[in-house]
C-alpha cells in the first residue's frame, strides 16, 4: 500500500512539474486523446474520445508527443520547475 501512495503521489508531482513548466513558457496544454464536443440535442459541451491512443499510438508504440511523468530524472529545462522535490525510487522499509 505504500508503494502505491508513493507512486500516486510521485506521478502527481511530475504532472504538476510539466504544467508549471508549460505556463511559464506560455505553452499551452491540449489533450492527446480526447476533443470537445458539443451535443447537438442539448448544446452542452462535452470531451470524447478522438481515437488515436488504441487506432494511433498504441499500435505504433509512439509516446513521443506525451510528457514522460514515469521516469525519476527530469529533463534539464524543467528542474527550475520540480514539485515535490526530485524523487528517487521507492525502497521498502525492511
Given amino acids: 500500500m505504500k508503494l502505491a501512495a508513493y507512486?500516486?503521489?510521485?506521478?502527481?508531482?511530475?504532472?504538476?512539474?510539466?504544467?508549471?513548466?508549460?505556463?511559464?513558457?506560455?505553452?499551452?496544454?491540449?489533450?492527446?486523446?480526447?476533443?470537445?464536443?458539443?451535443?447537438?440535442?442539448?448544446?452542452?459541451?462535452?470531451?470524447?474520445?478522438?481515437?488515436?491512443?488504441?487506432e494511433r499510438d498504441r499500435l505504433k508504440q509512439d509516446w513521443s508527443a506525451l510528457p514522460d511523468i514515469f521516469s525519476y530524472d527530469f529533463p534539464e529545462e524543467l528542474k527550475p520547475y520540480i514539485v515535490g522535490g526530485e524523487v528517487k525510487p521507492y525502497v521498502a522499509s525492511e
Fill in 7 to 54: 507512486e500516486k503521489e510521485r506521478l502527481e508531482n511530475r504532472q504538476r512539474t510539466y504544467r508549471k513548466y508549460y505556463e511559464a513558457n506560455g505553452k499551452h496544454h491540449e489533450p492527446r486523446y480526447f476533443e470537445k464536443y458539443i451535443n447537438p440535442s442539448d448544446e452542452k459541451e462535452y470531451w470524447r474520445y478522438n481515437n488515436l491512443y488504441y
